[in-house]
């Protein structure tokens, strides 16, 4: 029997909603989660973007706020800026669809915007709020979002959420609501680090698996490459030779330095996008309508600039300069990995960067370490390979002192005595560990 919207316990509201936005019937993953949902059962859907799933929880979210109360009732929480963008414009198309008297409110909450301008806004509250992590939690700690009548709270692209290491402000945000809380997990697969925060919010969770075939999962992948004092328009015409890129952006710090890096490429002999702050609106608005024309398979970008705009098809990210800030990287990063398209981000790194990709690595990111050699990949030694020898050596060394015998009576020459015991001792531990580690 095929399935209708009609079945499920919708308003005509609703269903006139969806009649509007022109779906004949539910996809899969609606079909299993909006009956679902209305049983306030905490669910983990996997599917993929393009599945519908925006609908699957936008509609119930809708169907079940209470316009009588002026209070945050529904959150929907993505990883990126752009994805919360996304997702905001469906929440506007439902309620400008809606029938005039239904008084739904709903507001985006995100960075990069006038804070004080939007804790202002805050003291209506909506119904429901669609917004990134760190925005969300910050807004929660100002009370300017009280989570106490929060009832729903949604997470869409958990696994690109961890791999942007934005997980643990999740974990923040989920601890500040009731504990009845009903919580929707979305994600393309369910990797391991999500799994202690379902085991920590989610109580006997409705697993719901759309089988998509052939799909390869959603994985961003952030490869480092050292840029030993190599120019960097050489090195990234390498790399993308290597990759082909669909569509790859390519980020630089300064807006000086994506004309340099442009000019570059442009006479080397390829079609180069260029946005940043410098151009005149004019120049913006074409150069927004040729990037949307897929006319070039690079686009040079700076971070203000590439804020908010909507390229499809970007397969690859390239930092051919790493900012300074952990929030760039992860917004920089967070434009590719959409879509189903397995995303690649290339970073070229220097000494100066070691502590930004240190603080992300603490944030639970894992990188690989490649370089080009010979016009192929080969993976080369960690970046932070000497400073952990070091750290090794250094622990060792301690370790062996601890075990050398100090004597009461001390005669001449006693440090000298005192240190090669302490050798001693620290090559026998070596020969240990690579003992242990063999067998
Ligand atoms: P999503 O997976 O949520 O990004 O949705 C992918 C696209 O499918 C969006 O453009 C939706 O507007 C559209 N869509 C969602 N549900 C349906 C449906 N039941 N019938 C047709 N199109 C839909």
């Given at each position: 029997m095929t399935k209708m919207f009609n079945d499920y316990a919708l308003s005509e509201n609703m269903l006139q909603i969806i009649h509007q936005l022109g779906f004949?019937?539910?996809?899969?993953?609606?079909?299993?989660?909006?009956?679902?949902?209305?049983?306030?059962?905490?669910?983990?859907?996997?599917?993929?973007?393009?599945?519908?799933?925006?609908?699957?929880?936008?509609?119930?979210?809708?169907?079940?706020?209470?316009?009588?109360?002026?209070?945050?009732?529904?959150?929907?929480?993505?990883?990126?800026?752009?994805?919360?963008?996304?997702?905001?414009?469906?929440?506007?198309?439902i309620i400008h669809l809606a029938d005039?008297?239904?008084?739904?409110?709903?507001?985006?909450?995100?960075?990069?915007?006038?804070?004080?301008?939007?804790?202002?806004?805050?003291?209506?509250?909506?119904?429901?709020?669609?917004?990134?992590?760190?925005?969300?939690?910050?807004?929660?700690?100002?009370?300017?979002?009280?989570?106490?009548?929060?009832?729903?709270?949604?997470?869409?692209?958990?696994?690109?959420?961890?791999?942007?290491?934005?997980?643990?402000?999740?974990?923040?945000?989920?601890?500040?609501?009731k504990e009845d809380v009903q919580t929707m997990i979305f994600s393309a697969t369910i990797p391991k680090g999500l799994q202690p925060l379902l085991k920590r919010y989610l109580n006997n969770p409705l697993h719901i698996e759309i089988d998509h075939g052939s799909f390869g999962p959603e994985k961003l992948e952030h490869r480092l490459v050292p840029l030993r004092h190599r120019n960097r328009a050489d090195l990234l015409i390498k790399a993308s030779e290597l990759i082909n890129p669909y569509i790859a952006l390519v980020f630089v710090n300064k807006k000086e330095d994506a004309d340099e890096l442009a000019n570059e490429l442009i006479s080397k002999g390829f079609e180069v996008g260029l946005i940043h702050g410098g151009l005149k609106p004019r120049e913006r608005k074409r150069m927004l309508q040729e990037l949307k024309s897929l006319r070039f398979q690079y686009i040079v970008a700076t971070d203000l600039a590439a804020r908010g705009i909507d390229i499809p098809g970007i397969s690859h990210v390239f930092n051919a300069q790493l900012p300074q800030e952990m929030d760039s990287y992860i917004h920089r990063v967070g434009r590719t990995a959409r879509a189903g398209l397995e995303g690649t981000a290339v970073s070229f790194y220097e000494e100066k960067d070691l502590p930004l990709i240190e603080k992300l690595e603490e944030r639970g990111l894992s990188f690989t370490n490649m370089d080009i050699k010979q016009g192929e990949w080969v993976e080369v030694k960690e970046w932070n390979e000497r400073k952990k020898r070091e750290r090794k050596e250094s622990e060792l060394d301690a370790q062996a002192w601890q075990q050398v015998r100090r004597k009461k009576k001390v005669k001449p020459g006693y440090k000298k005595k005192m240190k090669s015991e302490q050798e001693r001792i620290k090559q026998q531990m070596k020969r240990d560990q690579f003992r242990k580690k063999r067998k």
């Amino acid at each position: 029997m095929t399935k209708m919207f009609n079945d499920y316990a919708l308003s005509e509201n609703m269903l006139q909603i969806i009649h509007q936005l022109g779906f004949k019937k539910p996809t899969e993953i609606q079909h299993e989660v909006i009956p679902q949902s209305f049983s306030n059962r905490s669910i983990i859907g996997q599917s993929q973007t393009g599945s519908g799933k925006t609908h699957a929880y936008l509609i119930p979210l809708f169907e079940q706020i209470d316009t009588t109360d002026a209070s945050v009732q529904k959150i929907v929480i993505a990883p990126t800026r752009e994805l919360a963008i996304q997702i905001f414009d469906e929440v506007k198309k439902i309620i400008h669809l809606a029938d005039d008297q239904v008084g739904w409110n709903a507001r985006l909450v995100i960075g990069g915007t006038d804070k004080n301008r939007e804790l202002q806004k805050m003291k209506n509250q909506p119904h429901l709020i669609v917004g990134t992590p760190g925005r969300i939690l910050d807004f929660m700690k100002e009370q300017a979002i009280k989570t106490a009548s929060v009832n729903t709270v949604v997470l869409d692209e958990a696994d690109l959420t961890i791999d942007l290491g934005l997980i643990n402000e999740v974990d923040q945000i989920l601890y500040r609501l009731k504990e009845d809380v009903q919580t929707m997990i979305f994600s393309a697969t369910i990797p391991k680090g999500l799994q202690p925060l379902l085991k920590r919010y989610l109580n006997n969770p409705l697993h719901i698996e759309i089988d998509h075939g052939s799909f390869g999962p959603e994985k961003l992948e952030h490869r480092l490459v050292p840029l030993r004092h190599r120019n960097r328009a050489d090195l990234l015409i390498k790399a993308s030779e290597l990759i082909n890129p669909y569509i790859a952006l390519v980020f630089v710090n300064k807006k000086e330095d994506a004309d340099e890096l442009a000019n570059e490429l442009i006479s080397k002999g390829f079609e180069v996008g260029l946005i940043h702050g410098g151009l005149k609106p004019r120049e913006r608005k074409r150069m927004l309508q040729e990037l949307k024309s897929l006319r070039f398979q690079y686009i040079v970008a700076t971070d203000l600039a590439a804020r908010g705009i909507d390229i499809p098809g970007i397969s690859h990210v390239f930092n051919a300069q790493l900012p300074q800030e952990m929030d760039s990287y992860i917004h920089r990063v967070g434009r590719t990995a959409r879509a189903g398209l397995e995303g690649t981000a290339v970073s070229f790194y220097e000494e100066k960067d070691l502590p930004l990709i240190e603080k992300l690595e603490e944030r639970g990111l894992s990188f690989t370490n490649m370089d080009i050699k010979q016009g192929e990949w080969v993976e080369v030694k960690e970046w932070n390979e000497r400073k952990k020898r070091e750290r090794k050596e250094s622990e060792l060394d301690a370790q062996a002192w601890q075990q050398v015998r100090r004597k009461k009576k001390v005669k001449p020459g006693y440090k000298k005595k005192m240190k090669s015991e302490q050798e001693r001792i620290k090559q026998q531990m070596k020969r240990d560990q690579f003992r242990k580690k063999r067998k």
